[in-house]
């Protein structure tokens, strides 16, 4: 274990970083770029460092802030990508850069509710919560670009959770996301009563995932079923086991929201996650075509995406829609239309499955989020130590093989290292 620590230590220590202090406010100086406004709820602790504003430990107590966030205009950046400042203080004109950030408290995050529902079209709220390895920072740039590319009009509320930030704090990010569990169903629940809010969809990215479904779980046993506002509850790459995910979608019981569902069946991260949880397979990276998958989707009426044959940039296979905006745009363009989608229009190769009817589908301006969900993976930095890390826990550059898509599910384990 020294030995693994050290290692990684070493592997850390010569990773280059995005900037500390991103959140430190600057003047509006670009008249071009675009604003997003989110509120944070949060149950990280302050930090003493305005420009970073909260880190990773567990505060007592849940809290708000309202952070605006400018994004340069596209010609200079690329969908799908955060323009991460090179050097401080922010340009406008060419970085992601914070304009306010401040925190408040929970009547005023009432307030920010109230003002911001009312000029969505649907009086419709996104809640998005980030997955594993998320500093706060991280979570807001990276939903920032995910309502901006998306071009979503609901008022966007940030869940962030006390996540460290490091390879090393898998266990520590895991029982976080339980710390959170209550806070993320009082959220649901003011959202439940609150008259002015007419839609309520949710994202979740990977280890989000867990936090979601059981603070979903909570509020459908609590209240004996989950109201019908909640319309759509979006996991992409799911890092959950896949026989606690029966048991939670059996306690949230029938109707629930329309959930849909991205895998990728050679996703290398959720492929280690599967070997540190006791080789249970993981939500993210089922074959949706296979039984029993294939008639439980149905009969539970989940909708899918699979991306196993979508081209991959990264080596974790962990960020597909990241790299492909094209195919983002296209997407969510013809989801939103209420088309059915199949390899021929996107070139995806597998057969994605969806509704053929707007009710079915994610409706109106929050379906190009859908498809935009795993964005918010991991920024190159962090699936640059994540993937040391993999290497690190394995002793293997290629402990996690390629899969091929016809290869059964249990044949696509860690590859176990001869010098270990």
């Known amino acids: 274990m020294a030995t693994l620590f050290a290692a990684l ?25 675009s604003h997003v406004d989110m509120l944070i709820a949060t149950t990280r602790a302050r930090s003493k460092n305005t420009g970073e504003m909260y880190t990773g430990e ?4 849940a809290s708000f802030a309202e952070i605006t966030v400018s994004i340069p ?20 004109q060419t970085d992601f850069a914070t304009l306010k950030a401040d925190a408040i408290d929970i009547e005023a995050a009432k307030v920010w509710l109230k003002a911001s529902v009312v000029k969505s079209p649907d009086h419709s709220v996104l809640v998005f919560i980030h997955g594993f390895n998320n500093r706060f920072e991280d979570s807001v740039y990276r939903f920032a670009q995910i309502i901006h590319d998306s071009n979503v009009k609901s008022a966007p509320i940030l869940v962030t959770w006390p996540s460290r930030g490091s390879v090393l704090a898998y266990g520590y990010d895991r029982e976080s996301t339980n710390y959170t569990r209550n806070a993320l169903e009082n959220l649901f629940q003011y959202l439940k009563e609150d008259p002015d809010v007419h839609e309520v969809n949710i994202l979740a990215h990977s280890m989000g995932n867990w936090l979601t479904l059981e603070a979903l779980r909570q509020m459908a046993i609590r209240n004996d079923g989950l109201p019908d506002k909640f319309k759509n509850v979006m996991l992409a790459a799911p890092d959950v086991d896949v026989d606690v995910f029966r048991s939670q979608i059996a306690d949230m019981g029938m109707p629930h929201p329309q959930f849909t ?6 996703d290398r991260a959720l492929a280690v996650s599967r070997r540190v949880w006791g080789d249970v ?3 993210g990276s089922i074959d949706p075509e296979q039984a029993p998958y294939k008639q439980e989707l149905a009969d539970n009426k989940i909708n899918v995406v699979d991306l196993t044959k979508m081209k991959a940039m990264d080596s974790l296979h962990h960020g597909k829609f990241a790299e492909s905006p094209e195919i983002v745009q296209l997407i969510g363009t013809r989801m939103s239309d209420g088309q059915t989608l199949t390899d021929s229009r996107v070139g995806v190769g597998d057969k994605i499955l969806a509704g053929t009817t707007r009710a079915a589908l994610v409706a109106g301006s929050t379906t190009g989020i859908v498809l935009t969900a795993p964005v918010a993976v991991l920024d190159p930095v962090t699936r640059d130590n994540y993937s040391h890390h993999v290497k690190s826990l394995t002793g293997d550059v290629k402990a996690v093989p390629d899969c091929k898509p016809d290869t059964p599910a249990l044949d696509c384990r860690p590859v176990q290292s001869s010098n270990r």
Not at 9 to 33: F, I, M, Q, R
Not at 58 to 61: E, N, S, V, Y
Not at 74 to 92: A, I, T
Not at 261 to 266: E, P, T
């Open 9 to 33: 230590s070493a592997v850390l220590a010569g990773c280059g970083g995005n900037p500390k202090g991103v959140l430190t406010p600057v003047a509006d100086t670009s008249p071009n770029s």
């Open 281 to 283: 397979e993981r939500l």
């Open 58 to 61: 567990r505060a007592p107590l």
């Open 73 to 92: 205009p596209e010609k200079v950046r690329k969908v799908g990508e955060v323009s991460w400042p090179k050097k401080l203080p922010s340009n406008p």
């Open 261 to 266: 569902l991205f895998v990728s069946r050679d």
